[in-house]
């Protein structure tokens, strides 16, 4: 069940020029939140830009003791721009949660699983890390990015699962392994690892290189997908993705946490 | 003050002049949880074929600056399946249905609004001959007067429900398109589909749309879909008119109305925001009651032009 509110600036923080965490009132939409929801929000005075945009539900939290949703944010254009300018307090519509989560309710306290991240697809990943924490499983993280300043909230996840589980990637090696993150995870599954479940974010080339490692590994898998969506919950039919058995998904309603064998790989 | 916002378009009676767009509004049922849908004056449900359609593939849409560029290529589950899945939900609720239909042929027009047969679950039938974003079909029937002459009468003859024909802007003259529709049988039009456009990936320089080209929508083309609102009113005085094209509040609503709509369709807007069109209703009654207007029809084609004259050369 979806609510359309308005939801006041809380807190932004910024990272660096190119990312921020916003953070809103939880509203109605933060006790209905799960992992790998996201929520549509409209920045600005709706021309420009026009149509809201989407964000994973990075986490729900609180700031100085109000409860609070957080958004992980890159600057990409107009909208992430508008919206990391916003004042505290101010007004902003917000329509969520959003989509299929994660699959974590079939999970028990013994299985192991992995969380894939690739540059700001780390914002679902956030609250998957928290929630799993507090049940008790054991989560390993293989976080990936160009450098070291793309690389967000690693004390969270730190805290969370435990700075021993975090494994990090960069192009640069500025940060953790030179190389691509999903040559980390590759070479653990090499090394015996297995994991009852691997929950991913990222870029499409690393969502590739990914499905093709885990089909090969035969793990289960669940990958929260991106596009551009204008309306986030599947009327407008903007967002969609081929999948494998000949359709066009919408990502938003469909998805966005979906198996990778959900995805027509060679046609999106 | 009461204001009496009911509207009649020929034998479509409207409970209000606030309807939603099709494509911009799915079946209608995905809405419920936003606004209540038997308060709408109709609902126009996603263009219906004679068998599931795909649509394009992605990219199919970008947005522009007070817009959105789309080319879905009218996907949707087929007239089949709306008739079993979704109707009688959209019955049960109230909601007045208007079936919007479309096809690569005559035949497969006639064919969708055989199906709908005489079922008074649907309250009209509106002819989609306007969609830019399929490669037969759509607006290749609307730009062509023979064939759109040809279809409306086919169609006409076909079904007795009320029968609106869905025009595209992408035309020379409006008028005349709107002349050859009602000639044929049309009870009435929805002025205007989207408008065709070109956004450009520079790095890429790819088209930012898979189609190459999409429909623009949104408040960048209100001007354009009032004024040919206002030209299609002045060459006919009589023929019902749904206005369209970038309607995002009441001011909006007051200004195609003004022009000669008899009604909106809120489009692009549900996007947005999908509580939008259930609010427009009251604040359009407020706005009535506000400047001592009683009935809301006594808007409909107000407009105070000046006189054009050409003093440009001494």
Redesign the interface.
């Given at each position: 069940?979806?609510v359309?509110e308005t939801l006041r600036v809380l807190r932004t923080l910024h990272y660096d020029a190119a990312h921020y965490s916003l953070f809103l009132q939880a509203g109605t939409i933060g006790a209905a939140t799960r992992p790998g929801h996201f929520a549509m929000l409209?920045a600005g005075d709706?021309?420009?830009?026009?149509?809201?945009r989407a964000f994973s539900i990075a986490d729900v939290t609180t700031v100085a003791g109000v409860p609070a949703l957080e958004f992980v944010v890159k600057v990409q254009g107009?909208g992430t721009g508008a919206l990391g300018r916003l004042p505290e307090g101010a007004p902003v519509?917000v329509?969520g949660p959003l989509g299929v989560p994660f699959p974590t309710d079939d999970l028990g306290p013994s299985d192991r699983v992995a969380l894939v991240a690739g540059g700001i697809g780390l914002a679902p990943l956030v609250l998957l890390a928290r929630t799993l924490a507090a049940r008790g499983l054991a989560a390993d993280l293989y976080y990936g990015g160009r450098n070291e300043n793309d690389v967000l909230k690693r004390a969270d996840f730190e805290r969370f699962l435990g700075p021993h589980r975090c494994r990090y990637a960069t192009d640069d090696g500025s940060l953790g392994r030179r190389g691509l993150v999903t040559d980390v995870l590759a070479q653990a599954l090499d090394g015996g690892t297995s994991y009852r479940r691997v929950f991913a974010c990222g870029p499409l080339p690393m969502f590739r290189t990914l499905a093709a490692l885990l089909e090969r590994k035969g793990l289960d898998a669940s990958f929260a997908m991106e596009?551009?969506m204008?309306?986030g919950?599947?009327?407008?039919?903007?967002?969609?993705?081929?999948t494998s058995d000949?359709?066009?998904a919408t990502i938003c309603k469909e998805g966005p946490c979906v198996p990778p064998s959900f995805i027509d790989w060679k046609?999106i | 003050m009461a204001v009496d916002l009911s509207v009649q378009m020929g034998r479509l009676r409207l409970k209000n002049p606030i309807a939603t767009a099709s494509g911009t509004f799915g079946y209608g049922l995905e809405f419920a949880e936003f606004l209540d849908l038997s308060a709408l004056g109709a609902i126009s449900v996603k263009g219906l074929s004679l068998r599931p359609c795909l649509g394009n593939p992605p990219p199919r849409i970008c947005e522009t600056d007070a817009g959105m560029l789309n080319a879905i290529g009218l996907q949707n589950i087929g007239v089949d399946a709306f008739l079993a899945e979704k109707l009688p939900e959209l019955h049960r609720i109230r909601a007045t249905v208007i079936a919007n239909v479309w096809g690569d042929t005559e035949e497969d027009y006639v064919g969708v609004v055989e199906r709908i047969g005489a079922d008074r679950r649907v309250a009209a039938i509106e002819l989609n001959v306007s969609c830019p974003n399929v490669v037969k079909g759509g607006m290749i029937f609307g730009n062509n007067a023979e064939l759109l002459k040809g279809l409306v009468a086919r169609v006409r003859a076909a079904t007795a429900h009320p029968l609106i024909v869905k025009l595209s802007p992408n035309v020379t003259d409006i008028v005349g398109v709107a002349r050859v529709a009602v000639d044929a049988g049309a009870d009435a039009l929805s002025l205007v589909n989207t408008l065709v456009g070109l956004a450009i990936d520079l790095e890429t320089r790819a088209p930012k749309i898979g189609f190459t080209t999409g429909g623009l929508s949104g408040p960048a083309i209100r001007p354009v879909a009032v004024r040919m609102v206002w030209e299609v009113r002045r060459a006919l005085p009589k023929i019902p008119i749904f206005g369209m094209g970038g309607v995002e509040n009441v001011e909006n609503v007051v200004e195609f109305l003004i022009a000669g709509a008899n009604a909106v369709q809120v489009g692009t807007a549900n996007f947005r925001d999908p509580s939008l069109a259930g609010r427009l209703a009251g604040e359009l009654a407020e706005w009535c009651a506000a400047h001592g207007v009683a009935r809301v029809s006594d808007l409909v084609g107000t407009l105070r032009t000046r006189p054009r004259e050409d003093h440009r050369f001494a």
């Open positions: 069940m979806a359309n409209q709706g021309l420009r830009p026009y149509l809201r107009v519509p329509l596009s551009e204008a309306c919950f599947g009327v407008c039919l903007g967002c969609v993705a081929p000949g359709r066009f046609r | -």
